[in-house]
């Protein structure tokens, strides 16, 4: 919008073409800018912080001084518009195209399976293809830093990691051995057999990486860029206002007129704080062309860099000084290095700045430690104060986000010191993430002894993490100085220091005990160092034991297996089915064409909806207020719960949920009205205007317990039982009691909620364009909400940026709400959820409190087993009552347990309501099962795969529910389990490694899964197809299922093909639309290829039956001309194809049914090695075994399998979810949530299909496998479980012990209970309010 003031034109280029902008405003991101205005949009919005990588691009930039290009990855949503000026990107579709030529790297990520929803492809594209820009024979620690800020929710990352070793000089010799034996590795070439295995893309045919294809740098930016006399550059906007400097003294007279100003650089802390505090600045001060501060200079005592430099740039500088000077030099850059090597991402290095981070004042930022530590300082000049150096010590950071430099004072450059003879400088930081995560501690901390000595003449320690800004532990310091450095003097340090850096029980951010023992282990690792450094030096003699000495944690990731079976002999070469078909739009995803719902184009007059959400957990409303709202620029209407033509509720299982609340809000994050605008922009501020008053409410019900304690429950709650347990009990030789809790679980799909609502204009009917699992419910919700029929209201789903559960129940509401908006205005209304609404609003997978009471004989038979769920449901009931029903459903897991009783409660609260999440409850049934078992196994003391083994379903076996069936597959996986993962050996030699090691532990676990597929609600195992073929031969299928990554697309063009006997090239899938099949099921319960393949199958079989008269005319005419024959006979060329699936049912008061199909079965077996100090682990290695029938698609399937282990790992290790004490979900996007990046792919990580096995209950005789793997996660927490275990025997703890999922860092870390956690003084429960709920 233009805003009368003439700023200048901002001129940058885009994929080789020039914009040029008059009216640029700087409240514009990039994202937005290629998005909204030129269309582009391969670029995706994630988060819109920096945290996913979904947005990244190529910046490139010619610099004068070196006469030099630099081409950099970042994240389009941080980066100003303005910033830009002078700039060339490169995008998605600047790369390659389908129309003109892919790009090896869209192609081998596509071909390697790396694409399965998209969403995050053309983000991991532009990161890979930027560091071939700079590095084209990357090595695969390259492959793994570009990556590190990418995330991905449905791969897994192995096939993205695979498709991109494609070009790694190392990787091409052991790529042909199927992985596994590198001959680099110094293993033998692989046998033929092993060569005649199938693999899942081949190689050979890939298009070289040809940089003459690369678009070249515009000569016109090189001619602007050495332009003299650069001129102030100058944009305004509707709100801000954007001044670009060209010199240092006009950056210091501006600073001085407005100190209140930022100085944005990198604007990876400016652009958050806008966006998601809402902070406004009116004026910005951009200095990335004033030249002081990019400049750098070297001095005898160590090289003053310019505050401008980016953090990358930073870290090329130091790697490259390192080398130059002997070592004792540069202690204090090797430091440096280490921590900017794990500092955000590289999208966030290559723009973020020195001096930004340090002016910050982040309180856990990384470099702030280390450069006070080091005893950096900074230049700064102000005009009033000229030039003056002030050190970065104690005194520089003086609060939250505040330092003692005046406001107006401006940061030129910072010095990094070298070190001196007999000075260590280190480095430590434990972060809930390995890699792009900020640290929950993190130090600097240096030591210097006098030549030949232990004592020690200077000291500095300094943290982050520990209080509202950077910290020094000046008291600790106090009592090192001048003393020997040995146990005593470390031994009072360590006193000091717990009594020095105090945390009181409720600080911010909690994780008070493990950030305080953080503070000693990093105090003790350093102790480590020095002591070997004194070593070295001679000044001390005495060896450290081997086992005390600590290793950092194995990192390298080691090619993998995939192993599946041939098709049979005989079988068509034209047929596709069981063959590793790539995902069938995986090209179009990776180059960016591929449309999603929010890059559907905008029609003419379309509008913007906002949601306002309730900020109490339970109020009345007394009052709303939108007047201010409606006076606001843009804003054209507020609606409301009076505002629906029809049905205000929807009903679930007997209650009644508003979709708009209208007198009374029983969640924090429960919608109460919406704000159309013409711009998003405009629709969020209009949000942020409607006022709210409210009335609260006592009773408030947050955790298990509190609904216990309330009996605040959805009914009926269930029960199950088999035997007579409370009689068995009395007859086995021991009984134990326990519980673990498990954690919740945000669905976290990279496409966040996401539909636009079209009316047609005549007669009610509607368009909805929608990313939903289930577009027939969309359906239904919207006609009933807007009084119309269903036949007016049509919902389209081309394809959904993942899912996983989330996109069930959840959109249905959201697109009622805006489809009542467009009713109301008549026009097209668009609502894209953004990343922290979406993880507010949309709920999540169930915590579960889960409680249990065993009896077992001593040798090791379960005999009988009591186990109670508590499912925290939140304030809707949704699908609580089906997850807490699946949860019984599954508490036998793989076992036989004679007497065997499980009840079920779905807990009403006052949090967000949780809805379907892959694996439906299953998950968390059977790891509380699985725990059970392995407190089993401790207090017997026996290896746990002997109970397990023990106990296992054999022979012809019968469920809890009384339901027959053969366990032979479950037991040929666990065998095969075993043996493909050498796990005898390699559980000795973890356990030889641990008495090795004190304070690195590895543990092991192997976990089977025995997973129900289909609907238990028989009605909804029913699909249908309508197959056309068009007069050209050409075929089109339409089915009920939605393809959200899961190649449900791509199975059903491979049956198309084989029952039409034709290509699938011939077979096209536009999308899911309600008025091609009507009353589909939903693509859930790992039943869509089951039920779609058969009805697609049923289509296509009729169909080819009506062409046969006509092939017994022609035998040798081709597809087409039957094609063309049939139509002039008049035959129909159109049919639709039903599959009746079975009549499955659950009888709860007989407690017996049939509510599955089969069962998929799983083992995986895993390993871990844990840092006990730290809490950090890495999964060294992973293999699974899968029952998966024949597969339809190998690729596709062990995508799944790959996807949902990683899921998995990321419930039982990584993701947690946290709310304040008044019930605000503080975890809304990637900063705060952690899910699996690449650094938590198990270093290796195999999967096998089991062979020879067939299902006669599904398609082609395969299984459905969209779930069941994700439950084998837990053998990640288990094998972290039994590090633990080790450790603490360490510490003469022996038993059984409690470790919630999931295992953290911190839990893990607590758990060891090494000596530093145990000097942790517990704080008294009740004394204080914790920062967080334990939900
Ligand atoms: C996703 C993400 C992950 C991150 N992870 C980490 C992490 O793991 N560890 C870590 O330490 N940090 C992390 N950060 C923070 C990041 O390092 C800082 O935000 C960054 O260094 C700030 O630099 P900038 O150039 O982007 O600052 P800007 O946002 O441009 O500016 C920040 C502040 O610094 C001031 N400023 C900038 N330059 C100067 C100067 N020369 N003189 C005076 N004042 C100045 C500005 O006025 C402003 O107030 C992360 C950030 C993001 C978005
Ligand atoms: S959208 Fe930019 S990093 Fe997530
Ligand atoms: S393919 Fe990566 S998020 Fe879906």
């Known amino acids: 919008m233009s805003t009368g003031k003439e700023g200048h034109i901002l001129c940058f280029f885009i994929n ?188 050979e045919g890939f298009l070289p990486l040809d940089p003459t294809q690369d678009l070249i740098f515009p000569p016109e930016l090189i001619l602007m860029a050495e332009r003299s006399n650069p001129q102030t550059l100058t944009f305004f906007g509707e709100r801000m206002n954007w001044v670009s400097p060209a010199s240092l003294e006009e950056l210091v007279q501006l600073k001085t007129s407005n100190p209140q100003a930022p100085l944005v650089m990198g604007n990876t802390n400016i652009g958050p704080d806008i966006k998601f505090k809402g902070i406004l600045h009116p004026l910005i001060i951009s200095p990335t062309r004033v030249m002081e501060l990019f400049e750098v200079t070297q001095t005898p005592q160590g090289v003053w860099v310019g505050a401008g430099c980016s953090l990358s740039e930073l870290l090329s500088l130091l790697e490259k000084l390192v080398p130059q000077f002997p070592e004792e030099k540069t202690e204090l850059f090797r430091a440096l290095i280490q921590q ?73 450059s910072v010095f990094i010191p070298f070190s001196r003879k007999g000075e260590f400088v280190r480095a430590f930081r434990q972060a809930p993430r390995k890699e792009s995560s900020f640290a929950t501690v993190t130090t600097g ?95 001390i003699t005495d060896e450290l034991p081997e086992k005390m000495q600590i290793q950092p944690l194995p990192r390298e990731i080691q090619p993998s297996l995939q192993e599946f079976q041939h098709v049979s002999e005989g079988q068509s070469d034209q047929d596709p089915v069981g063959r590793p078909i790539m995902h069938r739009s995986a090209i179009s995803q990776a180059t960016g064409e591929a449309v999603y719902c929010d890059d559907i184009p905008r029609t003419d007059g379309e509008l913007f909806l906002a949601l306002v959400t309730s900020s109490r957990a339970h109020a009345k409303i007394t009052g709303l207020d939108t007047s201010e709202a409606l006076r606001l620029p843009g804003v054209v209407d507020v609606i409301t719960a009076k505002d629906i033509p029809g049905k205000k509720v929807r009903t679930m299982f007997g209650y009644n949920e508003e979709l708009l609340a209208e007198s009374e809000v029983s969640c924090i994050g429960q919608m109460l009205c919406a704000v159309v605008a013409d711009t998003r922009a405009h629709a969020k501020r209009g949000a942020a205007a409607v006022k709210i008053s409210y009335e609260d409410l006592p009773d408030l019900v947050f955790t298990a317990e509190e609904a216990i304690e309330k009996s605040s429950f959805y009914e009926p709650r269930r029960v199950i039982e088999r035997g007579n347990v409370t009689e068995a009990f009395e007859t086995v030789d021991r009984l134990y009691e326990g519980e673990i809790r498990i954690g919740g679980q945000e669905h976290f799909y990279m496409e966040t909620q996401s539909m636009l609502v079209v009316p047609v204009g005549e007669e009610r009917e509607f368009n909805v364009y929608v990313s939903t699992q289930w577009p027939t419910l969309t359906q239904d919700v919207v006609a009933e909400t807007l009084d119309t029929p269903s036949n007016r209201v049509t919902c389209h789903v081309k394809r959904i940026g993942g899912a996983f559960g989330g996109k069930v129940t959840k959109t249905t509401i959201l697109a009622s709400i805006t489809s009542v908006a467009a009713w109301k205005t008549n026009r097209a209304v668009r609502c894209i959820l953004e990343r922290g609404e979406d993880m507010l609003i949309s709920g999540a997978r169930h915590p579960i409190l889960g409680k249990y009471k065993v009896g077992f004989m001593n040798d090791g038979r379960i005999v009988a087993a009591d186990i109670q769920y508590y499912a925290n449901a939140g304030h809707t009931v949704d699908e609580s009552l089906l997850v807490a029903e699946k949860i019984l459903l599954h508490i036998d897991n793989a076992y036989n347990i004679p007497n065997l009783r499980g009840r079920s409660a779905a807990c009403r609260t006052n949090l967000p309501s949780n809805t379907a999440f892959r694996g439906f409850g299953v998950p968390q049934s059977i790891t509380v099962v699985e725990n059970m078992i392995n407190d089993v196994a401790v207090v017997l003391g026996r290896p746990v795969d002997q109970i397990r083994e023990i106990n296992m379903y054999k022979g012809l076996a019968v469920t809890h529910y009384k339901f027959e069936f053969s366990p032979e597959n479950l037991l040929r996986c666990w065998e095969e389990c075993k043996v493909k993962s050498d796990y005898s050996a390699r559980r000795r030699a973890a356990d030889q490694f641990n008495q090795q090691h004190r304070w690195k532990k590895r543990g092991m676990s192997i976990i089977p899964i025995k997973y129900g597929i289909a609907f238990s609600e028989g009605f909804l195992n029913q699909a249908a197809a309508l197959v056309h073929i068009y007069k050209d031969g050409s075929v089109l299928v339409a089915h009920g299922g939605t393809e959200m990554g899961q190649g449900i697309h791509t199975k059903m063009q491979q049956v198309a093909s084989r029952e039409l006997h034709i290509p699938s090239s011939k077979i096209y899938i536009s999308e899911t639309g309600t008025n091609t099949v009507p009353n589909t099921c939903p693509s859930a319960a790992s039943y869509g290829t089951d039920a779609n393949g058969m009805a697609v199958k049923n289509a296509c079989q009729t169909l080819y039956q009506r062409l046969e008269p006509i092939r017994q005319k022609n035998p040798k005419g081709s597809w087409e001309s039957w094609v063309e024959a049939a139509f002039f006979e008049k035959i129909s060329l159109s049919a639709t194809g039903f599959y009746r699936g079975p009549d499955l049912h659950m009888d709860w008061d007989k407690m017996e049914g049939q509510p599955f199909s089969y069962f998929t079965f799983g083992v995986c077996c895993c390993e871990v090695e844990l840092d006990c100090l730290t809490g950090d682990y890495r999964t060294v290695r992973t293999d699974i075994v899968v029952d998966i029938g024949r597969s339809v698609n190998p690729s596709v399937d062990i995508g799944q399998i790959e996807g949902a282990f990683t899921q998995g790992l990321g419930l039982f290790t990584l993701e947690e979810l946290k709310f304040s004490p008044s019930g605000l979900l503080y975890t809304r996007g990637p900063s705060q949530y952690k899910i699996p990046a690449v650094c938590d792919m198990p270093l290796r990580f195999n999967v096998y299909l089991l062979s020879d096995s067939h299902n006669p209950h599904a398609i082609y005789s395969s299984k459905g496998i969209g779930e069941p793997i994700l439950c084998l996660g837990s053998s990640v927490f288990f094998a972290i479980k039994d590090a633990v275990a080790a450790a603490r025997s360490e510490s003469g703890l022996v038993g059984p012990f409690s470790l919630d999922s999931p295992a953290t860092p911190e839990r893990a870390c607590l758990a060891c209970a090494s000596p530093f956690t145990q000097k942790i003084p517990a704080s008294k429960p009740g004394s204080f309010k914790p920062w967080a709920l334990n939900i």
Not at 462 to 489: F, N, Q
């Open 340 to 412: 900017l090597g794990n500092l955000g991402s590289q999208q966030i290095r290559n723009v973020a700045s020195l001096g930004g981070n340090i002016m910050s004042v982040h309180p856990n930022s990384d470099l702030n430690p280390v450069l006070a530590a080091g005893s950096c300082k900074v230049s700064v000049v102000s005009k009033a104060g000229g030039r003056r150096e002030v050190p970065l010590n104690q005194d520089f950071f003086v609060s939250f986000g505040k330092t003692i430099l005046k406001p107006e004072e401006i940061v030129v």
């Open 16 to 203: 080789g073409k020039k914009v040029t902008e008059n009216h640029a405003d700087p409240e514009t991101t990039l994202l937005s800018f290629l998005r909204g205005k030129l269309r582009l949009t391969g670029t995706k919005y994630g988060c819109g912080g920096g945290g996913c990588g979904a947005c990244t691009v190529m910046v490139s930039c010619y610099q004068p001084a070196t006469k030099s290009i630099i081409h950099y990855s970042a994240n389009a949503c941080l980066l100003p518009l303005c910033q830009l000026h002078g700039a060339a990107v490169t995008t998605v579709e600047g790369i390659g195209s389908t129309k003109t030529r892919i790009h090896p790297v869209q192609e081998r990520i596509a071909k390697a399976h790396g694409s399965q929803c998209g969403f995050c492809t053309p983000g991991m594209v532009m990161s890979m293809y930027t560091l071939l820009r700079n590095k084209p024979q990357p090595t695969m620690e390259d492959i793994t830093q570009a990556l590190a800020g990418n995330l991905c929710r449905c791969t897994g990352y192995r096939p993205i990691v695979d498709g991109c070793r494609t070009f790694c000089q190392e990787a091409n010799c052991c790529q042909a051995n199927g992985g596994g034996n590198c001959c680099l590795n110094g293993e033998e070439a692989p046998d033929e057999s092993e060569l005649r295995k199938p693999q899942l893309f081949d190689k």
């Open 445 to 539: 901390m240096r030591v210097f002894f006098s030549e030949g000595s232990r004592v020690v003449q200077d000291v500095g320690l300094y943290y982050g993490g520990m209080g509202p800004t950077t910290v020094s532990a000046a008291k600790t310091c106090a009592a090192i100085i001048t003393r020997p450095w040995d146990d005593e003097t470390l031994s009072r340090a360590y006193d000091i220091l717990l009594d020095e850096l105090v945390l009181p029980p409720s600080a911010p951010g909690g994780k008070v005990d493990f950030r305080r023992s953080l503070t000693l282990s990093f105090l003790f690792k350093f102790n480590l160092e020095v002591l070997q450094k004194l070593r070295e030096m001679n000044v």
